[in-house]
């Protein structure tokens, strides 16, 4: 079992081969086998990493307020909503019309003039405890 360093290194090994650098008359036959096969391996994987990497991005990005532009951006997409009131929930944000007002799923209508205030309305990406 090679350790995650010997790894990264015959990776930069195999691309550095893969870019046609000249190799050195020293490089092992097994060096060269190795290199290449890490590097199918993380070719063939390499999506689905970088979509787990995304996904981790995502759920440790701060869960602050969505500014009205981010907000605008989330038609069609589910946000979490407080209102000054207490009522908190998910919604759907189905519409945001050159008025500024907001509709969403379960009869959520929302004003452009008062969100973000606390005692108004906000939304975020994420539920908040």
């Known amino acids: ?3 995650l360093d010997e790894v990264i290194e015959k990776l930069e090994f195999a691309t550095r081969v893969s870019f046609g650098c000249v190799l050195a008359k020293n490089v092992e036959v097994d060096d060269l086998t190795d290199a ?4 199918k ?8 990493v970088r979509e787990q990497l995304d996904d981790l991005k995502e759920e440790y990005r701060p869960n602050d307020p969505l500014t009205w532009d981010e907000l605008k951006s989330m038609e069609g997409k589910p946000v979490w909503v407080e209102i000054g009131n207490g009522s ?3 919604v759907i944000i189905r519409k945001i019309n050159d008025n500024g007002i907001v509709t969403g799923s379960d009869g ?5 003039d008062v969100y973000g205030e606390p005692t108004t309305w ?8």
């Open 1 to 3: 079992m090679k350790t």
């Open 41 to 48: 391996i993380f070719q063939a994987h390499e999506k689905r």
């Open 36 to 39: 290449l096969h890490y590097l």
């Open 88 to 90: 908190k929930g998910w």
């Open 122 to 129: 906000q939304a975020y990406r994420k539920e908040r405890s």
């Open 108 to 112: 959520f209508i929302g004003i452009a």
